[in-house]
């Protein structure tokens, strides 16, 4: 069964630092990866996705991806992180077969002044 | 373009009544599908609608159960809830191709409180 894992429940760093959000997934065949990001009570937005191509794709928000078929990743990156960037962020992995997407726990994102 | 809506916004009931969320997909997306978002917890997938179908579940009892409308609107149903319901909801709509590799985008849920 695929699986995804955000290994850190809670990251704080200050604004201004960088930032990487881990994300590892167990699933036999090339995935669909998702980033979204919930805000306090919202619902998810997407920040970004990769299919295929390109392993390092771009977002929104300045956020960056990078596909590590080696090492089963898809880490979230943002060089220089926004008081407005804390919020919970979601890794999701998507199979076709029966098509949903499986989310990870998730990760809290503090940001301090 | 309108995004995805979703009704009510918070929902309080008791055990053993039933409930029904309504979902509006995003304009010219024919998908729909819904998650559970139990409290510090990820989305999980409960099931989805493709041109009035449902075309996938996940771990759910029968008690969930759905319905898509021509016009792609959506609505959940739940039956005989139970306190372990209190979560909050999430619709997601979809444009599915042939492989269903969409994108889905989610509206802002509907929080339920059993009580």
């Known amino acids: 069964a695929q699986s995804v894992t955000q290994p850190d429940i809670h990251i704080t760093v200050s604004e201004g630092a960088s930032l990487e959000l881990r994300c590892n997934y167990s699933y036999g065949a090339t995935p669909y990866l998702f980033w979204y990001v919930q805000s306090p009570g919202q619902g998810l937005q997407l920040l970004l996705k990769?299919?295929?191509?390109?392993?390092l794709v771009q977002g929104i928000k300045g956020f960056e991806a990078e596909f590590k078929r080696s090492q089963s990743s898809f880490n979230l990156r943002k060089p220089s992180v926004h008081w407005s960037d804390a919020a919970e962020y979601f890794c999701?992995?998507?199979?076709?077969?029966?098509?949903?997407?499986?989310f990870g726990k998730g990760t809290l994102l503090t940001v301090n002044p | 373009e309108t995004g995805v809506t979703q009704s009510p916004t918070h929902l309080i009931k008791t055990r053993g009544q039933q409930v029904t969320l309504r979902c509006s997909s995003q304009?010219?997306?024919?998908?729909v599908s819904w998650y559970q978002q139990a409290l510090g917890q990820g989305p999980q997938f409960i099931f989805q609608?493709?041109?009035?179908?449902?075309?996938g579940r996940g771990n759910f009892p029968p008690r969930f159960s759905g319905l898509q409308f021509p016009n792609y609107s959506s609505e959940l149903n739940v039956n005989a809830l139970e306190l372990d319901d209190s979560a909050l909801y999430l619709c997601?709509?979809?444009?599915?191709?042939?492989?269903?590799?969409?994108?889905?985008?989610f509206g802002p849920g509907t929080r339920l409180t059993v009580l």
């Open positions: 304009s010219g997306h024919n998908t």
């Open positions: 990769y299919f295929s191509g390109d392993t």
């Open positions: 609608y493709y041109r009035e179908e449902e075309n």
């Open positions: 997601a709509s979809s444009l599915a191709g042939q492989q269903f590799t969409d994108t889905q985008y």
């Open positions: 999701a992995v998507f199979r076709g077969s029966n098509y949903k997407l499986t």
